[in-house]
């Protein structure tokens, strides 16, 4: 595979593009304690961002049953998208590198753990909306790291796999990538950490994103 022959970006969303990391860890704690579960450390509930909802309950609680797992998505959903205290900006540059990289014509899209109605909010509220080509979500198909999304978004754009790139912040991004077939750049500033991603072999680790426009062109 050629590293510079790629027509479509993808990228994760939060921890990739949004630092949103905070916000999740703090909504989940108290989602978890009002429920009176049993607790969860910050860097227990960092480790499944990324996955689908019902996964990433289904990894912090294996043994709870299927109504606690439902009504601690349900409190999660609703502590989330009330949270106002906790802010959720994009990272340094990436509101920039996004236009410049549709500007050279790349196609960009979004693969995310995220559910529809939380993209949707988090798109309007970062005025990123136009820039993207196309949109998946957990709660529309597979959760990462089944390449679903991946091969939807591929499907519906007409890309063939070895002109797309995923871009994340987790292993679980980087093992899409490599169930779909597609080549994973790293972003080394989210919730996983540099050894779990070179584990997952990708063809570079950054540490901001304009760092992938640089790479792109070089």
Same mark, same amino acid.
């Given at each position: 595979m050629s590293e510079k022959n790629f027509k479509l970006l993808i990228f994760d969303w939060d921890g990739t !593009?949004?630092?949103? /990391?905070? *916000? $999740?860890? /703090?909504?989940?704690? /108290?989602? $978890?304690?009002?429920?009176?579960?049993?607790? *969860?450390?910050?860097?227990? &509930?960092?480790? $499944?961002? @990324?996955?689908?909802?019902?996964?990433? $309950?289904?990894?912090?609680?294996?043994?709870?049953?299927?109504?606690?797992?439902?009504? !601690?998505?349900? *409190?999660?959903?609703? !502590?989330? !998208?009330?949270?106002?205290?906790?802010a959720t900006p994009l990272f340094p540059g990436v509101a920039e590198t996004l236009q410049s990289l549709e500007t050279a014509g790349y196609w960009l899209a979004v693969a995310t753990g995220k559910s529809r109605k939380g993209l949707s909010r988090a798109l309007a509220e970062s005025q990123l909306t136009?820039?993207?080509?196309?949109?998946r979500c957990a709660d529309e198909t597979c959760s990462k790291p089944n390449p679903q999304m991946l091969q939807e978004i591929m499907d519906e754009l007409g890309i063939a796999p070895?002109?797309?790139?995923? &871009? @994340?912040?987790?292993?679980?991004?980087?093992?899409?990538?490599?169930?779909?077939?597609? @080549?994973?750049?790293?972003?080394?500033?989210?919730?996983?950490?540099?050894?779990?991603?070179?584990a997952c072999h990708p063809l570079i680790c950054i540490d901001s994103l304009p760092a992938l426009s640089a790479w792109l062109h070089s």
């Open positions: !593009l949004m630092d949103s /990391a905070p *916000r $999740i860890v /703090a909504s989940f704690q /108290a989602a $978890i304690s009002d429920l009176n579960m049993e607790k *969860r450390s910050p860097a227990q &509930i960092r480790h $499944i961002i @990324g996955l689908g909802l019902n996964e990433a $309950i289904a990894t912090l609680f294996p043994d709870v049953s299927t109504q606690q797992c439902l009504q !601690l998505a349900s *409190r999660y959903r609703h !502590l989330f !998208l009330g949270n106002q205290t906790l136009t820039l993207f080509h196309s949109t070895n002109q797309t790139l995923m &871009i @994340g912040d987790t292993q679980y991004d980087l093992q899409m990538a490599h169930n779909a077939g597609v @080549g994973s750049v790293a972003v080394t500033y989210g919730v996983h950490d540099k050894d779990l991603l070179f």
